[in-house]
Nanobody
Framework: QVQLVESGGGLVQPGASLRLSCAAS????????MGWFRQAPGKEREFVAS????????YYADSVKGRFTISRDNAKNTVNLQMNSLKPEDTAVYYC????????????????WGQGTQVTVSS
């Protein structure tokens, strides 16, 4: 089992950057693929990015491709999401998830979730 805690959210202006971090407990972090998902008010949760357990493959939603970068450090049990050129439509609660080793884009394949961190992009 793994516990996840996100940090780094906040209020920023359009065009700004934020770096989200997710700290994982447990000795098996490197056996999990990791994903970032988000949920905006009144909308369903959606996939943002994922990374395989060794970090050799990454996947992105089309809406964030080229602006967001997911990375992980298995020695530190952390996964990060660097978000650049933020847009108002990126406003959401961002969740870190652990699960499928091949980093699926489907939330149902991730059994472990953090509590989420709010990202608000507004002028």
């Amino acid at each position: 089992q793994v516990q996840l805690v996100e940090s780094g959210g906040g209020l920023v202006q359009p065009g700004a950057s934020l770096r989200l971090s997710c700290a994982a407990s447990g000795r098996t972090f490197s056996s999990y693929g990791m994903g970032w998902f988000r949920q905006a008010p009144g909308k369903e949760r959606e996939f943002v990015a994922s990374i395989t357990r060794r970090g050799d493959d990454t996947y992105y939603a089309d809406s964030v491709k080229g602006r967001f970068t997911i990375s992980r450090d298995n020695a530190k049990n952390t996964v990060n999401l660097q978000m650049n050129s933020l847009k108002p439509e990126d406003t959401a609660v961002y969740y870190c998830a652990a699960g499928d080793p091949i980093a699926a884009t489907t939330g149902a394949l991730y059994p472990y979730w953090g509590q989420g961190t709010q990202v608000t992009v507004s002028s």
